[in-house]
């Protein structure tokens, strides 16, 4: 494992997705899970999240897309809040929310909307 990147991308982790609910992720590794929450930090978020080339409240939104594409819809209540942390406007929200109904189907697009009128209650965004 390269510890500075993946110190970089604890560091990047928790800028989006706050400090609780990454502490909790890393501090709950077990044995078996452990290895995979390094790799992830250290790749997804170090090297995916670690460069200056695309700013962050950008990489939410293509996250949003990508996730609600593949319908994974935890990571992307998840990745929501991160968002809104990043700067990323309930007008823009609903904005990736339009695209992915365009795109992915409005079935699915009704899904994001549900999410992320839970994570903009949670976020005091309303």
Known sequence: MDKERFELG????KATLGE???SKSLDN???FSRPFQEM???WCWGFGWGDDCIDPKTRSLMNLTMIGAL??????????KGAIRNGVT???LRAVIH???IYCGVPQSLECM???RSAMAEMGME
């Open 10 to 13: 604890v560091a990047q982790r």
């Open 20 to 22: 609780e609910y990454v």
């Open 29 to 31: 590794a077990d044995d």
């Open 40 to 42: 992830m930090t250290e």
């Open 71 to 80: 319908g994974k819809m935890h990571e992307w209540e998840i990745h929501c």
């Open 90 to 92: 309930k007008e823009q």
């Open 99 to 101: 695209v992915i109904g």
């Open 114 to 116: 549900r999410a992320a």
